[in-house]
């Protein structure tokens, strides 16, 4: 059904010593706790980076509300987020400007 489709896992975001961002983020955070839900909670926190979704800590939780943390570190998973978005908004947002002469003005 899917034949030759690529399937990216935990394992294939980053190496120790190299974490994704998200990876590197929920450790920041402290948003993998138990572990159990830690895989699943990032791998969708990588997709939803992909997706549109607005500022809110309400929408981050309403696109994430599929994934079960059974031990309570929503905040942080939220916190997690947030802080590789801002990272990615403030990276596409810098842009270099030419230098302007006086001709230009």
Do not use: W
């Not at 981050?60 to 570190?73: F, P, Q, T």
């Amino acid at each position: 059904m899917h034949e030759g489709d690529e399937i990216t896992t935990i394992e294939g975001l980053g190496q120790p010593g190299n974490l994704h961002p998200m990876q590197a983020a929920f450790v920041a955070c402290d948003g993998y706790q138990c572990g159990y839900c830690t895989s699943g909670q990032i791998m969708s926190a990588v997709a939803l980076l992909n997706e549109p979704c607005g500022p809110s800590n309400a929408e981050v939780k309403e696109l994430m509300s599929g994934n079960i943390c059974r031990c309570g570190a929503y905040s942080n998973i939220v916190a997690a987020i947030q802080s590789v978005r801002q990272e990615k908004l403030s990276e596409s947002s810098s842009v270099v400007r030419p230098n302007r002469t006086k001709a230009d003005k």
